[in-house]
């Protein structure tokens, strides 16, 4: 049950064929340490994913799909509310409304919506050019306090606030403005081919991103081939941007600090680093791949989860959307 006093929380994904190792490391072990001390509201965006074309029923198994992996994360479905965004109508609502709030000159200054309309030329749509306020409304019905992403949303989160605050401006309090959560540092995941560049999906080389459902052998193989350096030396500094990145996902997924970490491998050379990563992610992705398998083989459960989930976090959205409804002057049903 949600306490008094705990603060809430709100993040959400975008339903993926496969989570990245980047993903799970950035992401999913910072909400996991989450749920222990806040509300959180953790929704598959799946509305923000209609923005790029998708067919039907592939789009229906990879959200399916998703929440599997979600749930093979160890996100625990009783203190987290786990759902679909669609599931719940006050988005697309709120949304709207907070359309007439936002500015096309707000939106024209968003970069991704510069870089997605120049990567889609042919699909330039409303959606995507709204996308941001979609998410304020995402985070907004639940009164959030704070918001979890990483850095390259961090201009949709300021535009957030920026709604938020006019808002309540305009019509009194009714928004709490929320603030960017900003997850440990080091864990964030770069690509094994291109050091300076974040681990990504997108990326045209795939040897330089894990796959949470990747095969054991797969992963030996990528991590054999992570670029380093002439260095020979395993020092955790900037100079060494593929060692560092190695040190990072060693210490993200055993638990241990960094130091202890650079220590252990003293006098170790590259090839003994890269091995023993690709064991640590082995150890890791084996039971996330086992629980993701079983939960594929039971929709039934995950059924109950996201209609569960949705439950819950609609009872919170409908009792934010009543307020708005009544301070912009609609007419109750
Ligand atoms: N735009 C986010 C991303 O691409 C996903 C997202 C949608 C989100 N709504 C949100 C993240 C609300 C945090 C809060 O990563």
Redesign the pocket.
Known sequence: MQSQQQKVI?????PTGSMTLGNYIGAFQNWKQLEKDYQCYY?I?DL?SLTVKQDPETFRHTCLSFLAQYLASGLDTEKNVIFF?SHVREHTELAWLLNCYTYMGELSRMT?FKDKSEKHQENINAGLFA??V???A??LLYR?HL????E??RQ??EL?RDIALRFNNIFGETFVVPDIHVGKQGARVMSLQEPNKKMSKSDENQNSVIYMLDEDDVIIKKLKKAVTDSYNEILDRPEQPGVQNLLSIYSALSGESRETVVASFEGKGYGALKMEVAEIIVENVKPFREKYRQYMENIHYLEKVYQSGANRARMAASITMEDVRKKIGLVSV
């Open positions: 709100f993040s959400g994904a975008q929704s965006v923000h965004q991704q996308y941001p979609l998410m304020a995402d985070i959030s918001v979890p992403v990483g390259d949303q949709h989160l957030s």
